[in-house]
T-cell receptor, first 115, second 115 residues
Framework: AQTVTQSQPEMSVQEAETVTLSCTYD???????LFWYKQPPSRQMILVIR??????QNATENRFSVNFQKAAKSFSLKISDSQLGDTAMYFC????????????FGKGTHLIIQP | DTAVSQTPKYLVTQMGNDKSIKCEQN?????MYWYKQDSKKFLKIMFS???????INETVPNRFSPKSPDKAHLNLHINSLELGDSAVYFC??????????????FGSGTQLSVL
């Protein structure tokens, strides 16, 4: 079974700073996908970024980028120029190729952006 | 138009009651899921259906029974509710289970409180 570990239960940074959320995972599979989801206080689950394991290039979406280290099984999320609206729970998630098992989530990191 | 809609958003009920949560997606997706988010915010898959057929049935009490009348709907019926069933339940859908790695679209969640 796959596991996803987020070692930072909570982080707090000042607005406009850069913050990195860590995520490690454990799998014996070679074909898989990794995701970061954001859950603001509204409770809605919002996809932030997606990475295919077979791609070496790190995914980026505007201020959000990942550092994907396949050998180390690490998938960290970097948020640049953080904004108050980035305050949320952030979940790292794993999906096997074929998607049969759905998403396996980490326990989440509560990110607080201070004004 | 809401892509994945679930009703009700809030459900407060007494122990021992039977209740249902409805979910509908208008995205034309083949696969639908139910996830449970506990009081510590941990998200865990409960069920997945692909083209109305059950694919995943995690270790969930048999008091929980999903029903998929058609590809666009996946309802969750819970019998004999217990205090420990209090949680937020999310419905989600994705395009294609076989291809894998597809983005999951989540509903806004149903907060179930069992008194």
């Amino acid at each position: 079974a796959q596991t996803v570990t987020q070692s930072q239960p909570e982080m707090s940074v000042q607005e406009a700073e850069t913050v990195t959320l860590s995520c490690t995972y454990d799998t014996s599979e070679n074909n898989y996908y990794l995701f970061w989801y954001k859950q603001p206080p509204s409770r809605q689950m919002i996809l932030v970024i997606r990475q295919e394991a077979y791609k070496q290039q790190n995914a980026t979406e505007n201020r959000f980028s990942v550092n994907f280290q396949k050998a180390a099984k690490s998938f960290s999320l970097k948020i640049s120029d953080s904004q108050l609206g980035d305050t949320a729970m952030y979940f790292c998630a794993f999906m096997m190729g074929g998607g049969a098992d759905g998403l396996t989530f980490g326990k989440g990191t509560h990110l607080i952006i201070q004004p | 138009d809401t892509a994945v809609s679930q009703t009700p958003k809030y459900l407060v009920t007494q122990m021992g009651n039977d209740k249902s949560i409805k979910c509908e997606q208008n995205l034309g997706h083949d696969t639908m899921y139910w996830y449970k988010q506990d009081s510590k915010k941990f998200l865990k898959i409960m069920f997945s259906y692909n083209n109305k057929e059950l694919i995943i049935n995690e270790t969930v009490p048999n008091r929980f029974s999903p029903k998929s009348p058609d590809k666009a709907h996946l309802n969750l019926h819970i019998n004999s509710l217990e205090l420990g069933d209090s949680a937020v339940y999310f419905c989600a859908s994705s395009q294609d289970l076989v291809q894998g790695g597809e983005k999951l679209f989540f509903g806004s969640g149903t907060q179930l409180s069992v008194l």
